[in-house]
């Protein structure tokens, strides 16, 4: 960046009360270039403009910093994957292919907010703001998780909705970190990110034994049987490794 698109910087951020502003954006910037880790709260100040001691009028130290930007990184991820997520409309499982393609492109086209979401090393739970923007985000993740835990057949052994999000949200992680980052270290694949993980989920599910088409199930007047396993005593649960299903 040259010296003179710095000084306007300057000029709109701190001659115009925008201080703060202009600090977050600053550090963004910084966090793409050199990753959370990369920068000092004196960088910061120096992007934007304003002496060493400025930015103390906002912020208490760099991490407050760091936090504000991460707790702004979670606010946009929830409002995007609310939006893919449309209480699971069509049907459940293409809403949450949604979710998925969602959590990729914020990765991908955010990498400065998910840098400071998730690798930064913030202590969440020590900033009250910070952890309820993050778990209102993971709270899309657990709803989703809920509907399709329900698609659960009658005595198909399942785990319980807050395990399976996690795991699910360990895939989209996994699949966002290594494969649709906005950098230059991502890993090529001779598939797209999004490919990767809906045949990562569906597996998931299958394995599960849930129904992973659009259709709703056919309603039965028999009750489904019962597996041999569940009835000779050979000790293991009916409801399987998680228990009785819901």
């Known amino acids: 960046m040259s010296w003179r698109k710095e000084t306007r910087r300057a000029e709109r951020g701190y001659h115009h009360g925008n201080l703060k502003e202009a600090l977050l954006q600053a550090a963004l910037g910084l966090i793409a270039e050199k990753g959370a880790a990369g920068f000092t709260f004196a960088d910061a100040?120096?992007?934007?403009?304003?002496?060493?001691?400025?930015?103390?009028?906002?912020?208490?130290?760099?991490?407050?910093?760091?936090?504000?930007?991460?707790?702004?990184?979670?606010?946009?991820?929830?409002?995007?994957?609310?939006?893919?997520?449309?209480?699971?409309?069509?049907?459940?499982?293409?809403?949450?292919?949604?979710?998925?393609?969602?959590?990729?492109?914020?990765?991908?086209?955010?990498?400065?907010?998910?840098?400071?979401?998730?690798?930064?090393?913030?202590?969440?739970?020590?900033?009250?703001?910070?952890?309820?923007?993050?778990?209102?985000?993971?709270?899309?993740?657990?709803?989703?998780?809920?509907?399709?835990a329900a698609l659960?057949?009658?005595?198909?052994?399942?785990?319980?909705?807050?395990?399976?999000?996690l795991h699910i949200w360990s895939m989209a992680h996994g699949v966002?970190?290594?494969?649709?980052?906005?950098?230059?270290?991502?890993?090529?694949?001779?598939?797209?990110?999004?490919?990767?993980?809906e045949a990562e989920v569906l597996i998931y599910l299958r394995g599960l034994g849930f129904p992973t088409d659009r259709r709703p199930p056919a309603k039965s007047a028999e009750p489904p049987p019962v597996p041999p396993e569940a009835s000779s005593g050979s000790g293991v649960p009916p409801g399987g490794p998680w228990g009785k299903p819901k």
Do not use: C
């Open 45 to 148: 100040a120096r992007m934007a403009g304003v002496s060493a001691a400025a930015p103390y009028r906002h912020f208490r130290d760099r991490e407050e910093l760091l936090s504000s930007i991460a707790q702004r990184g979670f606010e946009q991820f929830e409002s995007r994957l609310t939006a893919a997520w449309d209480d699971g409309r069509p049907d459940t499982v293409t809403a949450f292919e949604r979710v998925g393609r969602a959590y990729l492109a914020f990765a991908r086209e955010e990498p400065a907010f998910y840098n400071a979401m998730f690798e930064s090393g913030l202590p969440v739970d020590a900033n009250p703001a910070l952890q309820a923007a993050s778990e209102r985000a993971f709270n899309i993740i657990r709803a989703a998780a809920e509907r399709l």
């Open 152 to 165: 659960a057949p009658p005595g198909t052994p399942r785990p319980p909705a807050m395990m399976m999000a």
């Open 176 to 197: 966002a970190s290594l494969f649709s980052r906005g950098d230059a270290a991502r890993r090529k694949l001779p598939m797209s990110p999004d490919e990767l993980l």
